[in-house]
């Protein structure tokens, strides 16, 4: 599960953990601009996908053959006995795909008002798992059910304009 408010009014989404999520502070920053622009007291934040693909540097200098899992479940790389150095990759439609039903169970189960979708991957999976296919584009709003879907840019981009941007579909 990602962190926050465990009844939030809304629920950043990223697509996964990444250098800018990973520096809490600027999460922080984030969460206060959007709570203070879109006036909501509690949120919470969740990327679209937990597991993070690496690419195995080790696999590349060892002669080894055959396809197949070569890390533990503790992260211990079977080829140099050390903990996994992998470099980390963006996720591909396979992780996607993997990921999105734990995302929708976390979504139906604290059922925010409102989602921020990160960027143009975060906004085509989620609304089309939602069923809404027509003209999905950042810097729109959408609505199903009780829940508002606001999409943006990556989160590495989003500036206070951006947050204004959001605001003012709020206040339609």
Not at 5 to 16: Q, S
Not at 72 to 81: P, Q, R
Not at 93 to 120: N, R
Not at 130 to 148: L, P
Request: negative net charge; aromatic residues 12%.
């Amino acid at each position: 599960m990602g962190k926050g408010e465990l009844e939030p009014e809304g629920m950043l989404i990223f697509e996964y953990d990444n250098n800018f999520t990973r520096d809490i502070n600027k999460v922080i920053t984030l969460r206060n601009l959007i709570k203070a622009e879109l006036k909501l007291d509690k949120v919470y934040h969740t990327f679209m996908v937990r597991c993070q693909p690496k690419a195995c540097a080790s696999r590349q200098s060892v002669n080894c053959y055959g396809e197949g899992k070569w890390i533990t479940k503790d992260y211990v790389c079977l080829l140099s006995g050390r903990n996994c150095d992998g470099i980390p990759v963006k996720p591909g439609t396979g992780e996607i795909i993997s990921c999105l039903p734990f995302l929708l169970e976390e979504i139906e189960i604290l059922h925010p008002g409102y989602l921020i979708l990160f960027g143009e991957r975060v906004a085509e999976f989620v609304l089309k798992a939602y069923g809404i296919y027509n003209s999905i584009e950042v810097k729109q709003c959408y609505q199903y059910e009780q829940m508002t879907f606001l999409t943006t840019v990556e989160e590495g981009n989003f500036r206070q304009e951006h947050c204004k941007d959001l605001a003012s579909f709020l206040s339609k």
